[in-house]
């Protein structure tokens, strides 16, 4: 404890860790803010957690939803990749498609050197559905444009 309160880069991890694998979905959403604040306070064994949740729960994807959302606390070339992995490995269907729109809104957030190859990577992969690629397409193709664009230095 410190004067504002917890302090999460010296909270114990281990609890939050045990919480995060139990059945109880209240206790799973609880360890879920908390990793994701702990990895927002720099704890990178946090962030190295959630990317293994996404295998332990590879078929729930309410769980793999909240998880892709904690991870936007940990933008890292590891995290890139295993989102990468997952809108590649979920087929799309109406069970799929909040998790899958969850990832991407993730990536997105993500600063380009961590994302941006795998954006353009994804939007171009054809086990990717038609929908997702257009919208990877036009997210990359958008982000291109900011950086080539010449400024007015007098505008």
């Given amino acids: ?3 504002n309160g917890i302090d999460l880069a010296r909270f114990p991890i281990d609890v939050m860790l045990r919480k995060a694998l139990s059945a109880d979905e209240e206790e799973f ?3 879920c803010s908390l990793l994701r604040s702990m990895c927002a306070a720099g704890r990178t064994e946090a962030g190295i957690f959630l990317i293994g949740l996404l295998h332990q729960y590879s078929d729930n994807y309410p769980r793999l939803s909240e998880i892709a959302e904690a991870l936007t606390s940990f933008p ?3 995290s890139a990749a295993a989102l990468a992995a ?4 979920v087929k799309g269907s ?6 899958l729109r969850r990832v991407i809104k993730t990536l997105e957030m993500f ?3 961590h994302a941006q190859h795998h954006l353009v990577a994804l939007s171009r992969d054809p086990k990717v559905g038609p929908r997702f690629r257009q919208r990877l397409r036009a997210l990359t193709e958008a982000d291109r444009d900011l950086n080539y664009m010449d400024f007015d230095e007098n505008a």
Wanted: aromatic share 4%; charged share 25%.
């Fill in 76 to 78: 890292s070339t590891a």
């Fill in 86 to 89: 997952e809108v590649r490995r």
């Fill in 94 to 99: 109406s069970a799929t498609r909040g998790y």
């Fill in 1 to 3: 404890m410190t004067p």
């Fill in 111 to 113: 600063p380009a050197e």
């Fill in 29 to 31: 959403r609880s360890a």
